[in-house]
T-cell receptor, first 114, second 111 residues
Framework: GENVEQHPSTLSVQEGDSAVIKCTYSDSASNYFPWYKQELGKRPQLIID?????GEKKDQRIAVTLNKTAKHFSLHITETQPEDSAVYFC?????????????FGQGTTLQVKP | DAGVIQSPRHEVTEMGQEVTLRCKPI?????LFWYRQTMMRGLELLIY????????DSGMPEDRFSAKMPNASFSTLKIQPSEPRDSAVYFC?????????FGSGTQLSVL
């Protein structure tokens, strides 16, 4: 079955710097890769996703890149702000299964220092 | 749509008591998932349903845990008897086959 590895487990950056979180997946059939942000005491919320037919997707200060050959995908946050502090989860799945079951990474705790 | 609705938001109970967590998925979603989140183990998938049928319950830790989905708009997760190590946040989530949306979670404390 699918396995998703995420690192680093913790990341501390200065406000204004960039942050990068990396994930690798094992199942070459996986074709959908969402990222979730979980603020303290809140639910995980989808912030960006990418399908395997594109290599990069951007939404304002966040972007996700995908390397299908290497089975890597990454989240990039530019010009970080204190409100970006949260736990970030990557995930992978095969959309053809139609169940929506996601395999999550272990999570990265991002701290943005003002 | 109100999103995925879970109840209660907080539950404090004594060891040995039965606990029932409830979930209403987003209307039209065909899959429902129960997750448990702790500091030590992160997000664990306990069980999921597709079209109200349990598909994979391999994440259910013990026979003390059971889940049902009697119809497309309601699911329960029951723990009987509860133990202190069951203390965690339990999330319900639903999907339309692609995007997964989480409920607000139930914070369970077993004393």
């Amino acid at each position: 079955g699918e396995n998703v590895e995420q690192h680093p487990s913790t990341l501390s950056v200065q406000e204004g710097d960039s942050a990068v979180i990396k994930c690798t997946y094992s199942d070459s059939a996986s074709n959908y890769f969402p990222w979730y942000k979980q603020e303290l005491g809140k639910r995980p919320q989808l912030i960006i996703d990418i399908r395997s037919n594109v290599g990069e997707k951007k939404d304002q200060r966040i972007a996700v890149t995908l390397n299908k050959t290497a089975k890597h995908f990454s989240l990039h946050i530019t010009e970080t702000q204190p409100e970006d502090s949260a736990v970030y989860f990557c995930a992978a799945t095969y959309l053809g299964s139609n169940t929506g079951k996601l395999i999550f990474g272990q999570g990265t705790t991002l701290q943005v220092k003002p | 749509d109100a999103g995925v609705i879970q109840s209660p938001r907080h539950e404090v109970t004594e060891m040995g008591q039965e606990v029932t967590l409830r979930c209403k998925p987003i209307s039209g979603h065909n899959s429902l998932f129960w997750y448990r989140q702790t500091m030590m183990r992160g997000l664990e998938l306990l069980i999921y349903f597709n079209n109200n049928v349990p598909i994979d319950d391999s994440g259910m830790p013990e026979d003390r845990f059971s889940a049902k989905m009697p119809n497309a708009s309601f699911s329960t997760l029951k723990i009987q008897p509860s133990e202190p190590r069951d203390s965690a946040v339990y999330f319900c989530a639903s999907s339309n086959g692609r995007k997964l949306f989480f409920g607000s979670g139930t914070q369970l404390s077993v004393l």
